[in-house]
Protein backbone atom coordinates (compact mmCIF):
# COMPACT_ATOMS: atom_id res chain seq x y z
CA UNK A 1 0.00 0.00 0.00
CA UNK A 2 1.81 3.44 -0.90
CA UNK A 3 1.63 5.92 1.40
CA UNK A 4 -0.72 8.46 -0.42
CA UNK A 5 -3.80 6.02 0.06
CA UNK A 6 -2.85 5.26 3.74
CA UNK A 7 -2.88 9.36 4.13
CA UNK A 8 -6.34 8.58 2.31
CA UNK A 9 -7.63 5.96 4.53
CA UNK A 10 -6.68 7.79 7.87
CA UNK A 11 -8.18 10.88 6.59
CA UNK A 12 -11.33 8.92 5.55
CA UNK A 13 -11.31 7.04 9.40
CA UNK A 14 -10.96 10.44 11.09
CA UNK A 15 -14.00 11.74 8.78
CA UNK A 16 -16.40 8.56 9.70
CA UNK A 17 -15.31 9.45 13.33
CA UNK A 18 -16.23 12.97 13.29
CA UNK A 19 -19.56 12.44 11.63
CA UNK A 20 -20.36 9.34 13.32
CA UNK A 21 -20.14 11.06 17.01
CA UNK A 22 -22.15 13.97 16.32
CA UNK A 23 -24.36 14.56 19.44
CA UNK A 24 -27.60 16.10 20.45
CA UNK A 25 -28.22 18.62 23.00
CA UNK A 26 -31.73 17.29 25.27
CA UNK A 27 -32.91 20.60 27.27
CA UNK A 28 -34.97 20.11 30.06
CA UNK A 29 -37.20 23.30 31.48
CA UNK A 30 -38.43 23.37 35.00
CA UNK A 31 -40.79 25.41 36.59
CA UNK A 32 -38.54 25.50 39.79
CA UNK A 33 -35.82 27.75 41.19
CA UNK A 34 -32.76 26.95 40.38
CA UNK A 35 -31.11 26.16 44.06
CA UNK A 36 -33.93 23.43 44.32
CA UNK A 37 -33.13 21.84 41.47
CA UNK A 38 -29.43 21.94 41.93
CA UNK A 39 -29.86 20.12 45.13
CA UNK A 40 -32.30 17.58 44.01
CA UNK A 41 -29.72 16.73 41.20
CA UNK A 42 -26.34 16.40 43.33
CA UNK A 43 -28.94 14.73 45.51
CA UNK A 44 -29.84 12.41 42.85
CA UNK A 45 -25.64 12.24 41.69
CA UNK A 46 -25.20 11.15 44.93
CA UNK A 47 -27.86 8.66 45.61
CA UNK A 48 -26.26 6.61 43.22
CA UNK A 49 -22.94 6.54 44.51
CA UNK A 50 -21.35 8.11 41.40
CA UNK A 51 -18.81 10.56 41.85
CA UNK A 52 -18.94 14.35 41.39
CA UNK A 53 -15.48 15.28 39.82
CA UNK A 54 -16.35 19.10 39.44
CA UNK A 55 -18.52 21.92 39.68
CA UNK A 56 -17.70 24.51 36.81
CA UNK A 57 -19.71 28.04 38.14
CA UNK A 58 -20.02 28.99 34.24
CA UNK A 59 -22.05 32.00 35.20
CA UNK A 60 -19.85 33.19 37.30
CA UNK A 61 -16.74 33.32 34.75
CA UNK A 62 -19.14 35.09 32.18
CA UNK A 63 -20.27 37.82 34.24
CA UNK A 64 -16.98 38.20 35.57
CA UNK A 65 -15.37 38.62 32.24
CA UNK A 66 -18.14 39.96 30.41
CA UNK A 67 -16.30 43.32 30.06
CA UNK A 68 -13.75 42.40 28.71
CA UNK A 69 -15.49 40.99 25.01
CA UNK A 70 -17.29 43.21 22.98
CA UNK A 71 -21.01 43.22 22.67
CA UNK A 72 -21.13 40.81 26.00
CA UNK A 73 -23.92 40.79 28.00
CA UNK A 74 -25.29 38.91 31.04
CA UNK A 75 -27.88 35.58 30.07
CA UNK A 76 -27.56 33.78 32.96
CA UNK A 77 -28.88 34.11 36.49
CA UNK A 78 -26.97 31.06 37.73
CA UNK A 79 -25.42 28.48 35.72
CA UNK A 80 -23.16 25.75 36.66
CA UNK A 81 -21.92 22.64 34.83
CA UNK A 82 -21.74 19.56 36.89
CA UNK A 83 -19.20 16.62 35.94
CA UNK A 84 -19.62 13.39 37.49
CA UNK A 85 -18.57 9.76 36.74
CA UNK A 86 -19.66 6.26 36.97
CA UNK A 87 -17.13 3.92 36.83
CA UNK A 88 -18.40 1.07 36.18
CA UNK A 89 -20.19 2.67 32.44
CA UNK A 90 -16.81 4.37 31.88
CA UNK A 91 -15.42 1.32 32.19
CA UNK A 92 -17.60 -0.29 29.74
CA UNK A 93 -17.56 2.74 27.22
CA UNK A 94 -13.35 2.45 26.82
CA UNK A 95 -13.50 -1.21 26.70
CA UNK A 96 -16.11 -1.52 23.75
CA UNK A 97 -13.48 1.55 22.34
CA UNK A 98 -10.78 3.44 23.23
CA UNK A 99 -12.35 6.82 21.62
CA UNK A 100 -14.97 6.99 24.03
CA UNK A 101 -12.75 8.69 26.80
CA UNK A 102 -14.03 11.73 25.36
CA UNK A 103 -17.68 11.06 27.06
CA UNK A 104 -15.89 10.35 30.14
CA UNK A 105 -16.70 12.24 32.64
CA UNK A 106 -20.32 13.04 32.10
CA UNK A 107 -22.08 16.58 32.24
CA UNK A 108 -25.22 18.06 33.14
CA UNK A 109 -25.22 22.10 32.88
CA UNK A 110 -27.85 23.90 35.15
CA UNK A 111 -29.04 27.50 34.55
CA UNK A 112 -31.72 30.29 35.33
CA UNK A 113 -31.76 33.21 32.79
CA UNK A 114 -31.74 36.73 33.59
CA UNK A 115 -35.01 37.45 32.16
CA UNK A 116 -36.85 34.30 33.28
CA UNK A 117 -35.10 33.34 36.73
CA UNK A 118 -37.70 31.74 37.60
CA UNK A 119 -37.23 28.50 35.12
CA UNK A 120 -34.75 26.54 35.31
CA UNK A 121 -33.10 24.48 32.63
CA UNK A 122 -30.90 21.25 32.90
CA UNK A 123 -29.30 20.26 29.30
CA UNK A 124 -26.95 17.28 28.65
CA UNK A 125 -25.60 16.46 25.35
CA UNK A 126 -27.01 12.90 24.28
CA UNK A 127 -24.24 10.63 23.27
CA UNK A 128 -23.89 8.73 20.35
CA UNK A 129 -22.48 5.08 19.56
CA UNK A 130 -19.17 5.67 18.29
CA UNK A 131 -19.50 2.12 16.87
CA UNK A 132 -21.78 -1.05 17.46
CA UNK A 133 -19.45 -2.21 20.26
CA UNK A 134 -20.25 0.96 21.86
CA UNK A 135 -23.72 0.96 21.98
CA UNK A 136 -24.54 -0.77 25.16
CA UNK A 137 -22.29 1.53 27.05
CA UNK A 138 -23.59 4.50 25.68
CA UNK A 139 -27.05 3.81 25.77
CA UNK A 140 -26.48 3.12 29.35
CA UNK A 141 -24.77 6.34 29.97
CA UNK A 142 -27.71 8.12 28.17
CA UNK A 143 -30.23 6.44 30.36
CA UNK A 144 -28.43 7.31 33.83
CA UNK A 145 -27.85 10.99 32.69
CA UNK A 146 -31.88 11.03 31.45
CA UNK A 147 -32.85 9.63 35.07
CA UNK A 148 -30.50 12.13 37.05
CA UNK A 149 -32.76 14.74 34.84
CA UNK A 150 -35.82 13.21 35.81
CA UNK A 151 -34.89 13.43 39.53
CA UNK A 152 -34.18 16.61 39.45
CA UNK A 153 -37.50 17.94 38.27
CA UNK A 154 -38.81 16.75 41.26
Avoid: G
Wanted: glycine share 0%; proline share 4%; aromatic share 8%.
Amino acid sequence: MNSTFKHFLFITFILLIKTSSANTVINTAINNPYKDVRSNLIDAIEEKALNISKIYHASDMLNRTKDSVQNAKNIYQKAEIIEFCSAKISHQLVSANHLNISACPFKIALYSLVDNPNKTHVVYTKLTPLDLKSAPPTTQANKLIQSLVESAAW
